[in-house]
C-alpha cells in the first residue's frame, strides 16, 4: 500500500496571507480612527471656517447663537442681536472702525476678518453640560463661545482717524508676543450694512473696500526695503561701517541708471547715511556689490516667496533674485523697486523681528476663548516662530533704524514725548508716471527695549517722511502717552 504525504506547506501558507492581510486591514483601520481623532482635535474648524463649506456652519447656526468678539479689554465688538419680527441680526458697535480686523458675518455673502478665522468657535457652545441638555430639550437655542481678541479700541481708533479718508493700511503689533493691537484697511465698509451694500462694495473695482490691504494688498516695498538690502550687505562684510560713496544724484552700472528722490545729490555717505537719508544711489551700489545668490537666500529667510503666518487671509509677497539674477533685477530690488511686491504685515513681522533681537512672535488676533458664561475655554500663549536674523544683525539693524529718525528722512518722529523710535521711510514707485509714489513707513519703539512696531502706506501718499511717518507717531504716542 502507498501512502500520499498530505501537503501541509499549503495551509500554513494560506495562514499566513490572511494573518497579512487582516494586519494590513488592521493598521489601515487603526490609521483611521486617528485621522479622525486628529481631524476632531486640530482640524475640523478649518475644515468648516472653509469659504465652500457654509452648509456646515449654517447647520451649527440653527442650533447655536452665534458667539461674541471683544476687544482685549472686555469692549463688544460683534455681537448676535434680533430685528424687530425675532430674526437673528449681527451687530458691529463700532461700525467702520474693525471692518477688516474684525470683518463681517452674512449668511449669504460669507465672513472675513476674525469673523472667519474663528468662524467654528464662534458657533461651538462650551456651556455648562446641563445648560446645554436643557436647552436641546426645550428646543432653545445654546449660546455660541465668546472671542477675546488682541484689538485694543484706543489704538485702532487712533490708526483709523490718522489714516483719515486716504486709501491705504496701519498695522501696530506688540513685538514680544506677536499680538495683533490694531489692524486698519481703507477705503472701507459698515459691516451692520452688509448685505444691503453687497453689490456696491463688491463691484467697486477702483477702491475694492472689501480688500484687507494690511495682508493682501500687495505694494512695491521702495525704500523700505533697504532694510532688507543693509542686511545683506551686513551679511558679507565684517566691516560694514567702513562703506565710503559720493552720491551725485544718480548711478550708473551696466547700462542700468537708478536716480536718487527728485534726482538730489546726497554728496559723501557712509551707510548709516546712506540708510538715514534713503539715498538710492547709494543702495544702488551696494546692490550691485552684493553675492547674488546670497541675497536671495536672505530674502527666502525673511519669508518672501512662501506662506507667512498671518492669523488673517493673506497674500505671499515676493521677490525675484537668484544667482542667474541679472543686474537691473538686482540693484531695482536693492531700492525696493522692480518686481519686489510685500504686504504691509509681511513689512510689519521684519520690523518686529529686528526689534525682537531677530526673532519673528507668531502674529495673534486671538488672545482667549470663553463660554457664554465667561469660564475660560482656551488661552492662546505666544509663540516664536522662526529666528529672521541673528543678534548682532537686528543691533545693526536697530542702530541704522534710529538714524533714519535722528538724522534721516523720518525726523518727524524725533522729538517725541516719553518714548524714542527708530524706522524706515519709503517712497515706492507705482507707475510711468515717475512722480507719483506710495507713502511708507515701518518703524519700533521704544529703542532700548521695543514693545511695538508700527507700519503704514499710503496709496499715492508721495513722500513717506511726510506722510506715513506722522500717523505713525499718532499710533505711537496712542501707545505710550495713557
Request: proline share 4%; charged share 25%.
Amino acid at each position: 500500500m502507498i501512502f500520499k504525504r498530505k501537503n501541509k506547506e499549503k495551509p500554513i501558507k494560506a495562514n499566513r496571507e490572511i494573518m497579512t492581510i487582516t494586519c494590513i486591514f488592521a493598521a489601515l483601520f487603526i490609521a483611521l480612527i486617528g485621522y479622525i481623532a486628529y481631524f476632531t482635535a486640530f482640524k475640523s474648524d478649518v475644515f468648516i471656517n472653509n469659504t465652500y463649506n457654509n452648509k456646515r456652519a449654517g447647520l451649527l447656526a440653527e442650533k447655536i447663537v452665534r458667539g461674541k468678539i471683544l476687544s482685549r479689554d472686555g469692549n463688544l465688538l460683534a455681537v448676535t442681536g434680533e430685528d424687530g419680527e425675532g430674526n437673528e441680526i449681527r451687530n458691529y458697535p463700532y461700525g467702520n472702525l474693525f471692518a477688516h480686523a474684525v470683518g463681517f458675518y452674512s449668511k449669504d455673502n460669507g465672513t472675513i476678518g476674525i469673523e472667519a478665522v474663528t468662524n467654528f468657535k464662534l458657533l461651538t457652545s462650551n456651556d455648562i453640560i446641563t445648560e446645554r441638555l436643557s436647552n436641546d430639550v426645550n428646543g432653545r437655542k445654546n449660546g455660541g463661545d465668546t472671542i477675546i481678541s488682541t484689538l485694543d479700541i484706543g489704538m485702532q481708533e487712533a490708526a483709523f482717524n490718522a489714516l483719515g479718508d486716504r486709501k491705504g493700511a496701519v498695522i501696530a503689533t506688540d513685538v514680544t508676543t506677536g499680538e495683533i493691537l490694531a489692524l486698519v484697511s481703507k477705503p472701507d465698509f459698515d459691516p451692520n450694512h452688509i448685505d444691503e451694500i453687497w453689490d456696491l462694495v463688491n463691484e467697486d473695482k477702483d477702491n475694492s473696500p472689501l480688500l484687507n490691504r494690511a495682508c493682501q494688498g500687495l505694494y512695491p516695498p521702495g525704500s523700505t526695503f533697504k532694510i532688507v538690502t543693509a542686511l545683506e550687505y551686513i551679511k558679507e562684510n565684517p566691516d560694514p561701517y567702513g562703506y565710503e560713496f559720493d552720491c551725485t544724484g544718480s548711478f550708473e552700472y551696466e547700462d542700468v541708471k537708478i536716480n536718487c528722490y527728485h534726482g538730489q545729490p546726497h554728496g559723501h555717505l557712509d551707510l548709516g547715511s546712506s540708510f538715514a537719508r534713503s539715498c538710492n544711489s547709494s543702495f544702488a551700489n551696494i546692490s550691485s556689490m552684493l553675492d547674488r545668490k546670497s541675497f536671495g537666500e536672505t530674502c527666502d529667510t525673511l519669508l518672501f516667496n512662501t506662506d507667512i503666518p498671518c492669523p488673517y487671509s493673506f497674500k505671499q509677497s515676493g521677490i525675484d533674485i537668484s544667482g542667474d539674477s541679472d543686474a537691473a533685477d538686482v540693484i531695482q530690488a536693492g531700492i525696493g523697486q522692480g518686481k519686489t511686491q510685500i504686504t504691509p504685515i509681511h513689512m510689519n513681522m521684519i520690523t518686529s523681528a529686528i526689534a525682537n533681537d531677530g526673532i519673528l512672535m507668531k502674529p495673534m488676533a486671538i488672545l482667549e476663548i470663553k463660554n457664554i458664561r465667561g469660564g475660560l475655554v482656551k488661552h492662546y500663549d505666544k509663540k516664536e516662530y522662526a529666528r529672521l536674523m541673528s543678534i548682532d544683525e537686528a543691533h545693526a539693524l536697530k542702530d541704522l533704524m534710529r538714524g533714519v529718525i535722528t538724522n534721516g528722512t523720518g525726523s518727524r518722529l524725533k522729538d517725541t514725548n516719553g518714548y524714542e523710535a527708530a524706522g524706515k521711510t519709503g517712497s515706492a514707485e507705482y507707475s510711468k508716471d515717475k512722480t507719483k509714489s506710495h507713502a511708507w513707513f515701518t518703524g519700533f519703539a521704544p529703542l532700548d527695549s521695543p514693545k511695538i512696531a508700527v507700519t503704514v502706506i499710503v496709496e499715492g501718499g508721495g513722500s513717506g517722511g511726510e506722510t506715513a511717518v506722522p500717523i505713525a507717531r499718532t499710533v505711537f504716542d496712542e501707545y505710550f502717552q495713557r
